[in-house]
C-alpha cells in the first residue's frame, strides 16, 4: 500500500456563535473606532467543501467546532524572538460567507504596548483543559515555555465520539511583519491564523462479498497500544511557515512528534479502547476513533495496532505500517507513527482462501468514494 495518510483540512476558526461575551453579528464590528483607541481586525478562514486529490478533506463538525460561547479559546501577541508581549480580548466577530468558505474578522482593541511592535505573532489556543494566563510573563515567557508547560496537557483515552464536552484541543501561529497600528483606524493583518488539531483521526473500512463470506452481525474493532494523554500543541512550531497553511500537499505539515517527556507514557501497550462503529451494511463496515500522539518507530516491542473481531471467524490485525500487495511485515522502516491533526485510513479486505477468510489491507485512495457520513 502506498503510504496515505491525510492532513484533516486544515480548518482555521470555526467559530459557534452563541452566548458567552463576544457577539457574531455584522453590528459587533462597525470598522470605525473612537479616536485614541487603536484597533486590530484577525482574519480567520474555514473552508466548506473538499479539497479533492491534494491529500486534504474537510472535517466534519465538531472536528472544527471552538467553544466561543464558554470562552475557551486564547489568542495571545508575541515577538519576533517568540517572546510573550500580551493577551488579545476580542469584542466582536463578523462572519462572511463564500463559495468554498467562511471568513471570520475578530476585532477588538489593541493590547497595551503593541503599538510600539510592527514585526509579531499571533498565538491562538482553542479548546484546552485549562489556560493559566497569570504563568505568561510579558518579555521573558517564550511560545515553546506554553507549549511545554504542564497546563498545555491533556487527558484522551480513546474518543470515540467528539461532542460539545468532548472537544479537540487545537493550536495556531502566524507571523506578521511591517503592521503599523493607528489611532482611531483599524488594522486588518493581512493573512489568517491556521489551526492545527491535537488529536488523530484512525477510520477502518471493511468490505467483503456477501455471495461467498458471512460475518457476525455487530463487529467490533480495536486500538492496541496508545498514549492516553498528550500536549495540546506541538513543538518547535513558531511559524506559519513551521507547518504550512493547507496548501501544499508536499511540504506542509509537521513531520514530528510532541509527546509528553519525549516519549509513550509507561504502559501505554496495555491500553485499549473500542472504535466507534459508524456504518454497519451489507458488504461493509466502517469503524472510527480519534487517537492522541503515539511513537510507532524505534520502539521495538511498542508498537500500536488495530484489531478487528469476528468472532467465530477470527481476529485480524492491521498496523500503522505500509502495506504492500495487502500484507507489511510491520519491520520498523514501514511503521507510522501516530501524529495530530491526520487522519489514517486503511482499506481492508475479507476474501475466501483455500476454505478460509484472509484480510486484505490495500490502497484506499483510488476505490474509496468518501460518501458516508458521521
Known amino acids: 500500500m502506498k503510504e496515505r495518510i491525510r492532513h484533516i483540512v486544515a480548518m482555521v476558526f470555526a467559530f459557534v456563535c452563541s452566548l458567552g461575551g463576544v457577539s457574531c453579528s455584522p453590528e459587533a464590528v462597525d470598522g470605525s473606532p473612537d479616536d485614541g483607541r487603536m484597533q486590530v481586525n484577525i482574519g480567520l478562514r474555514v473552508p466548506l467543501n473538499p479539497q479533492t486529490g491534494d491529500g486534504f478533506e474537510e472535517g466534519s463538525m465538531y ?209 485499549q479502547a473500542e472504535f466507534l462503529r459508524t456504518s454497519d451494511e451489507a458488504g461493509k463496515v466502517v469503524w472510527m476513533i480519534y487517537l492522541t500522539e503515539y511513537q510507532n518507530k524505534g520502539v521495538e516491542g511498542e508498537y500500536s495496532y488495530v484489531e478487528i473481531d469476528l468472532e467465530d471467524e477470527g481476529k485480524y490485525k492491521i498496523y500503522f505500517a505500509k502495506y504492500t500487495d495487502g500484507v507489511t511485515d510491520n519491520a520498523d522502516a514501514n511503521r507510522l507513527d501516530i501524529m495530530r491533526n491526520n487522519l489514517y485510513r486503511f482499506k481492508v479486505r475479507l476474501k475466501l482462501v483455500d476454505g478460509r477468510i484472509e484480510a486484505e489491507v490495500s490502497d484506499w485512495e483510488e476505490e474509496y468514494d468518501n460518501d458516508f457520513n458521521f
Request: proline share 6%.
Open 63 to 271: 472536528e472544527n467546532y471552538i467553544d466561543v460561547a464558554g470562552g475557551n479559546y486564547r489568542i495571545y501577541f508575541f515577538d519576533s524572538n517568540n517572546r510573550f508581549i500580551a493577551r488579545f480580548l476580542p469584542s466582536g466577530v463578523v462572519a462572511v460567507e463564500g463559495t468554498n468558505y467562511v471568513d471570520y474578522t475578530v476585532q477588538g482593541e489593541v493590547p497595551e504596548g503593541m503599538a510600539i511592535y510592527r514585526d509579531f505573532k499571533v498565538v491562538m489556543l482553542a479548546n484546552w483543559p485549562t489556560y493559566n494566563d497569570g504563568d505568561l510573563e510579558a518579555g521573558v515567557t517564550t511560545i515553546e515555555e506554553l507549549c511545554n508547560a504542564d497546563w498545555a496537557q491533556f487527558s484522551r483515552p480513546g474518543i470515540q465520539q467528539l461532542g460539545p464536552d468532548n472537544l479537540i484541543p487545537f493550536y495556531g501561529v502566524h507571523e506578521y511583519e511591517n503592521v503599523a497600528f493607528e489611532m482611531g483606524k483599524p488594522t486588518m493583518l493581512p493573512e489568517p491564523v491556521t489551526l492545527l488539531r491535537a488529536l488523530a483521526k484512525v477510520e477502518i473500512v471493511l468490505e467483503y462479498d456477501t455471495e461467498t463470506l458471512e460475518i457476525p452481525a455487530g463487529p467490533k474493532a480495536y486500538i492496541r497500544g496508545f498514549n492516553g494523554e498528550g500536549y495540546c500543541a506541538p513543538s518547535g512550531v513558531y511559524s506559519q511557515n513551521d507547518y504550512g497553511q493547507g496548501t501544499d500537499w508536499g511540504n506542509d505539515y509537521l513531520g514530528t512528534l510532541h509527546l509528553i517527556g519525549g516519549k509513550n507514557q509507561n504502559f501505554a501497550t496495555n491500553n
